[in-house]
């Protein structure tokens, strides 16, 4: 090995390496390829007029250098071939090196970079046992990955592909709506199904169906996302407002606690930035204020593309409770007989939420008061 050589350092000769014989023959065309290469450069050189002489004297030079690294890299494909100290990959590594100064050799000089034709010569095809093994190998290593994947977040590959598409959602519409913390801290409370209006205030109560008392909530923040139809209400006979999310503030919400980042410090900060994105659709002020008190809906696309993703946990949950139901539509269980376990992977899809008519209780009002 010469003194001033790299050091190699491969793993074991994969099956698609090509012999040793072919990485010293193709290292030696490739070295012959740079060298015709300098050599054309000179002679360019030498027959120019004293206006290129400049530029074809530096072409000259830089394929000169390339080739002379190309013979290196041939002799110690060469050397590494007979030396049982180094890996059997060696030589594939010092061929392809070769071929690289090659091509870079014909590209200074200007010439045609056949020495690229070269590279596929360091391709062996494999056989049909060894593509069959690359294929094992590849199905073990998805196979463990996926594993991780669904350790780490308790969702199969189009779930999590799911939550992906929902943060770039998130991304780009959370700072639009123009909201706070605040904001979203309401419909967190509306979506526990304890906020109610009475008398004028937004309470959460204590527990769902006690609507007296409890923490208060922000009486402006409550009324402008109930004007926005973030939020819907029901209205029971002693006057009392029970405020739930609408499909659209769910939605909303959803993608708020995917991008918090998205959301304004404070109310001067989101009523700056709604009055931004207003100023240009209205000429008087007073409009343009007008128009900035008022919370923007939820891009339409958002609310098209927005699914939420299900996790294994509740994907079990939802084959248990279709088995049981199939249990009980067919008579319940019957004694001799085996009753199979639910299709756990057959579930993907996230469960249907079915809004059912509420008896003794109005239509939702325009206005809470």
Known sequence: MPANAPVVQHQAAHPGDPTPQTCIQVARQAAILAVTAADDAMTAMCRSRSG??????????????EAVEAEKWADRAEQYADDPTMPSSAPSYCAREAVGHAVQAQSAAGAETTAEDLRA??????TAAEHAERETERRREEVER???????????????????????????????LGWTAGHVRVLE???????????GAARQAARRGLWSGGRRVSRDRTEALFAARFLTAVRHDDGTRVL??????QVALELARLHPAGLHDNDRDAYEARFARVRRRHKRRDDQKAAARVLPPL????????????????QRARAE????NRWEDEGGHCPGTHTPSPAVNSVTSPPVRIILPLHRHTAVQPALW
């Open 52 to 65: 290129a002489a400049a530029r074809l004297e530096a072409a000259m030079h830089a394929a000169h250098k």
């Open 321 to 324: 409770r279709d088995a049981a």
């Open 146 to 176: 996926e594993a991780e994947e669904r350790a780490a977040t308790n969702m199969d590959a189009d779930n999590r592909d799911r939550a992906t598409m929902n943060r770039y959602l998130a991304e780009g519409h959370v700072a639009e």
């Open 299 to 314: 891009d339409s696309s958002a609310r098209n593309l927005y699914r939420k993703p299900v996790t294994l946990t509740e």
């Open 189 to 199: 409370a509306a979506e526990s199904g304890r906020l109610y209006w009475r008398e």
């Open 121 to 126: 010569e360091l391709e062996r095809k494999l």
């Open 244 to 249: 739930t999310p609408s499909p659209m503030g």
